[in-house]
């Protein structure tokens, strides 16, 4: 059969690059083009990124990075792939992503279409059916041969996974999340940033010696323990909410009811180059045990399988439940960065607690999102 064919829109970017890595060898897919801004435009990719492309094949690394013409819509592709920065993102999806969604479906892992209300927000596993009726009433009502498919905060999925399995079965009322978030999750320019730091240190990460309190720190990631939301993000815990809400939410009558249950969440950057880890705290409704949690978990595993285990990206196990504490170092590459893994599940003083780590480059965002295109096109929606 014909291969579907991909535009990868910011292809010179971190999640540019993994999406480029998902679609090597896709039994279903190909790459169509590449595009990125003028700077990087009639480059070879492998000169236009910044980033490690030493593992893309010649075929790839050769292919000359194209203009970002957004006003033409190409006709030889058939998914357009914006992995385009939160800046850029703004600018141009509120603009262009509607209008590309005329034609073909539009994935896009940036903020700026997450939360417009005919709009789905999809985690394939944990919500897929009832967001795609969403997609459908966009079609009709838009006249559409595609829609837009936003993918969540890459904080959003391992917490949205970790609650999915719980409301189903012993309801939740309150749920409080703790993140500690990869350098990784803030784009290329914070990682070479945080590269120029771990060169520039001698020896071990030290405090830096102040004597007084510093109102406006600046930018560190090496050593340090930073708040998400101060300088490079401004509502991370605000999206991961909203977001999570939406995801648990109900189809109803041409939209999403959100899930009513209460959240409340702190992120924090990390000096980790991958893997976004979570701290997770559930009250349920209904009482349990840690075994009973435990076997919700692999119940749910074992539905996943079922249902999206046939598509090229999905891992052999989509939720890997550990005997021990998760750790990015070890963990984050199982399942090739496609598991959610969780640890310590316990229930203590009823509440339900345990730990959980993705990969926010995969499942979180560009083969996350290449496996959500592969449903569509399994389910007939492309």
Known sequence: MDKLRIGIYGATGSVGLEAIES?????WFEIAHLYASERSAGKTYKNACSLDTSSLPENISEMIVEPMNMDKIPEDIDVAFFALSEDIAKEYE????????KRLPVITTSSALRMQEKV???ITEVNADEHLKLAEDYRK????KGAPFPQCNCTTVPFAFALKPLLET???EIAFMSSYQSISGSGAKALKKWEEERLNEKGLPKPFQYKSIVKDPEVVYEGNVRPIGVKDSKDEEGKVIMETLKILGKYKEGSIIPASFTIDCMCNRVPT????YEHIRVKPVKPCSTEDVIEIYKDFNKRCKALYGDLPSSPEEHLIILDRQPQTRFDVTLGDGMSIVLGEIEVKNGWIKLRALSDNLKKGAAKGSIQLIEYLYKIGFI
Request: proline residues 7%.
């Open 273 to 276: 180059f991958r893997g976004h």
């Open 94 to 101: 509120l603009k262009y992503a509607h209008k590309f969604a």
């Open 170 to 172: 012993v309801g939740v």
């Open 23 to 27: 679609l090597i060898n896709h039994p």
């Open 141 to 144: 009502e838009f006249n559409s």
């Open 120 to 122: 789905p927000l999809i």
